[in-house]
């Protein structure tokens, strides 16, 4: 069919029955393509979940939940939880706003330390990051402490506390804010802020009244993955909250899946009750977005996103920059490449540089499967983020714009993902695979399938938001121009939306390289893929290879995200 | 208005076929089509009789030339080495390896859902004892004969499966937080006040913990006692995850002893030059060591049998050298036992597999309890 045909029939038939026009054009074919992939995604895994929580050999039974919510410890695990997901989700929202609100709206100086402090945690495996910082704040060893001694005494800092996970879980979650709210800020006219200074409002003000109700779906956005992801976070609480007895949810899932045979049943019992949580977050981000157009900052007015002076403040906010870069980014990324060099951790000493190499990584150039891993993960990263991000722009659509009843669903099912854990969608997909008639099972491809289910969520959140952000009347005035569906959507939306889905792009992409849990059950020799690696060489008790392995992880990612970065400025995410 | 109804019937619809395409239960065993299960099995088992009744150089001589005409082999493993092993066996023979490796879980779930299937993933598989007894239990093996299996440890020769090599639980320390002379010499000695946050005990180490609980008892100790001491222990440890994490922290003196660190972690990290040791400046090790066996096994399906077999052969020979080398403890005793005299206790596994909830339950509780005492 043609592009052009459709455009006629909704001229003509416009009148009489205004909602037929777009029958049987290919936005409804897109629109059932999406909808029917996103609900297959999801309702895969959810099913499998939902069966082995709900049935065993028996029948149906409620057991799941007796093993899970039963525990005499219920009371803190759940305490603990929130406090840490809680404390977590605003450190991470605090740092990550900051650093966008700065990056995108003022002059401050250092902007190229602000991409690599606000990319950087994100790239370093949980695992690594998590260790680097008890090096660095175990008040036995910790390097901090051990500088801060002389002023403070011993152990001044403890990471092995609540507090003390909730800074390493924020810092590392911190990126996912700061690409959300950077893509909301480059889409927010800058003239309502400057109108509001004029009127006499001073800068706190106006942060407070303007700039954060306007971003404020961006902001609920954040808030919700941010504490469903903490909720599900389990280097920090395994490694810091063990050491003092801290259990968190997660530890609990943890523990009855490794059982045999896995309590499928407890741990869907867990994820429910994550699930409930993230419906209703869900629910009422929609609510929040859906408040007319009080967001819609991208109108057919132009803007010229302008940076803010700072005035005396840019010295200042230039050292706190400096500060935050030594303190989340620097400190950990020397720790881990100073492990690296070396045969085993200890603290610097004399012998300790003495004993320095290159043979960690030596040891990695042999390894047989570097080279694939690499080259699969480069792949299975570049494809999931196109992918999610693709499918996810109309999805957004359907679900802001749409009037379409039942578009909730699509929001809903898109963030089912993650609160399923990856070993169940790992069984639930050799499952349906083992049993298709397409040779899937054995091939990158299965992969594929997962990296695109867990990253769904992430996708959605980021699609929704730019897309709430976006006026309804420049797509108005586009079909009123004669524009067809597909071409207001290619031409009008996809460039305004540019921001917010490279960022998505750029967030999966990272955290691709890490998925872990679903691939080592889906993964076939041939099909390595980095994380596998990690996972080898950890298993291996090879540390300072793992920290080498690190190393290199970080330069490769951080060179491929310059490049989108450098790409993404001539679509609009960065202004000059 | 035909669309508006046209969203939820999609969904009915794809949750209608995912429904289908799932059958009745996902956790159910495949009951159809257990005709390409037997046929593969028929094939196997003919390789498998015809080798396992042959002996000496006639036996090695039919199973290279078997195997060489096969000419590939599917390993599914959670043996760290499995990457020297298997470069040595390919330089060896003309035979193309793919592996599979992840942890324990993963390779026991991957063989579960592939068996059920009917998809015949792996010829031969190597990964602890649990996971092997689980699998025995649902009859995916094939017994293994022949004088190599003769001459394992006898605490190696399982049903279903052959030992290959086996994991030590010894107790180590950092060898500049404990200096020589002072090292603990018993378990009961980890117990002292004395240590009050400088032990570290591993979360997940509950067949360690299944083994030496029990030995306690056999010794004579009542219940009472045996979880006294052990919640004592608790009281003066830092939990870890994982016992890398542990044993790099370990030589990085976060703490000063670790309970149940695998004898290959210690003495790994020794040769490297980190200040750790589990043996003391004079004396024997803590004992006893309990030891858990890693084991090989002959898939039923198998496709291809004969390298399979060819592949056991090799690590229990050749193999048991590679793993020497990496410091790992070899199932068939060579010229140096490291366990000659020394009190060795393997981990209760038919205990573990029949009561798992009882002995998770039990640590839990002794770990969370030794935590409230600080």
New interface residues.
Partial sequence: MSTASPVVTANRSAPLTP?RR??PTPK?II??AV??AI??LA??PL??LL??TF?DASGFTLGGFATAYGDS?IGSLIGNSLWFAAGSAVLSLVVGTSLAYLNVRTDVPFKALFFAASIIPLIIPG?LYT?SW??LA?P??GLINKALEPVFGPAAVDI?TIWGMIWVEGLHLSPIVFLLMVAAFRSMDPSLEESALMCGASRLQVFRKITVPLTRPAIVAAVLVMAVRSLESFEVP??LG????I?VFTSRIY?V????P?D?AAAGALALGLLVLAVLGVAISNLVGRAGKSFQTVTGKGFRPRPMELGKWRPVMGAAIVCYFLLTVAAPLVVLLYTSLL?????PSMAALR?MSLDNYVELLGL?QAATALRNSLFLGVATATLVMAVMAIAAWITVRSR????Q??DQ?AFVPLVIPG?VL???L???Y???PIPI??TIFILLIAYVTRYMPYGMRYSVTSMQQIATELEESAQVSGASWWQTFRRVLLPLLAPGLLAGWIYILVVSFRELSSS??L????NEVLS?LI??Q??????TVLAALGVVMVLTLVVLVTVAYKLGAKVGLREN | MRHPSILPAVTAMVTALVLTACGASPTATGTTDTNAKDAAAAKAQAVYDRINGLTGEERHKTLVELAEKEGKLSIYTSNTDMDSLVEGFENTYKIDVSVYRGNSESVLQRVLQEQQANYFGNDFIDTNAGELNIMNKEGFFYPYQGELREAVRKEGKAEGWTASRFNAFVVGWNTTKVKPGEEPKTIEDLADPKWKGQVSMEVGDVDWFAGLYTYFLQQGKSEAEVRDLFTRIAANSKIAKGHTTQGELLSAGQFGITVSSYSHTVDKAADKGAPVSWHPASGGPVQPIIVRPNGVALMKTATSPAAAMLFIDWELTEGQKILAEAFRVGSIPGATDPFADLTVVPVPEQELLANPKKWDDLYAQILSAGQEVQ
């Avoid at chain 1, 899946?257 to 045999?260: D, E, G, N, T, V």
């Avoid at chain 1, 379409?404 to 578009?407: A, E």
């Fill in positions: 909602r777009w029958w409804l629109i059932i909808a029917g609900g297959y309702l895969v099913y499998y069966w082995g049935f410890r695992i260790i008890i090096f175990s036995d060893i092995f395994a490694l063990l050491q003092n007895g259990y523990f899946l490794r059982s045999y896995p499928l045969k085993f951790y200890q603290a004993s047989s379409i009843p039942g578009r669903l699509i099912f070993l790992g069984l639930a050799s499952f349906v083992l049993r298709s099972y054995g080592i059950l993964y076939s020799p041939g596998i996972f080898e950890y298993e291996n008790g090879q540390f």
